[in-house]
């Protein structure tokens, strides 16, 4: 068993609740896969806000109703929206034009994050390790695309490029199942992305206003931490923080800081890695809007250092309504 670290080596986090009560519209749903989800965690971070004594609206948005953004009297937005349409820039680009403050990354953040190959892309520029990709498109012919997938030889990982939740992903032994895998992709997305398998435990790091949580550790029985393993099993377990000894959690620590800054993300998000038994921290993606109930990731990784998850909704919208200067 690692060396876990005690409290006061991890990152403080300042814990005070409610400095200013605001009027808090949380957009949640969405049109994406990841709608039920998305209602979860808005209803979550409502229920936390009205605790603290913030005034709280909840709007269901769809790009075709974006109504809740003209609503007269807020003094924040909290995005509380997963995948596509709230997930990729374009409720934040809303939300700028409105001219209303919310809480999160910028629209340009939002995008490269929910963008697969150019995350990775970021990801190296920031010497960052992660696993060696593909990007396969119905617009290649045979050829190319064969060579191409020579590259990345089974076991290999077929995912989309901007899905989020670990939906539609597929470990392929074998190129049989890597070519169904990858025609389904192709047929329903036009393009997908085929990586390199890393073996290795999975961890998550949490950051909240430009510093790094603990690590977390995910344990699932699982081939990998699915969306069947983050929202359907009950067996999954986590280990918050991660035992691990002291120079590896601060490594995984600062790859994620890295990994956040490197797409310009603000107030927070979620890091997830793959340790490989060299110690290798494998950067997989951030996730810029991460799961938002009291048992999710981030909050349990906050929850580690004292920061309940009433308190963890109200720094974050404080947070935002600060940056508004308002």
Known sequence: MGVQPRPESLVPVSSAVAAELLDVTVLMGGPSNEREVSLESGQAVAEALRKCGHRVTTADISPDDTSALQRKGADVVFIA???????????????????????????????????????????????????????????????????????????????????????DITIAEDTATRDKALAKLLADYGRAMVEAFVTGREMTVGILADKALPVVEILTKREFYDYKAKYLDEDTRYIAPAELPAVTFQHLQAAALAAHRSLGCRDFSRVDFILADDRTAYVLEVNTIPGFTSHSLLPKAADAVGISFQNLCDRLVQLAMTRSGR
Do not use: N
């Open 81 to 167: 929206l997963h995948g596509a349409f709230g997930e990729d820039g374009q409720v934040q680009k809303l939300c700028e034009q409105e001219g209303v403050a919310y809480v999160g990354s910028v629209p340009r953040s939002s995008h490269l994050a929910m963008d697969k190959e150019a995350s990775k892309h970021a990801f190296r520029r920031a010497g960052l390790a992660t696993a060696d990709w593909v990007v396969i498109e119905t617009s290649q012919d045979e050829r190319t695309r064969r060579a191409m997938l020579a590259e990345i030889p089974p076991p290999c990982v077929v995912k989309p490029i901007d899905g989020g939740s670990s939906v």
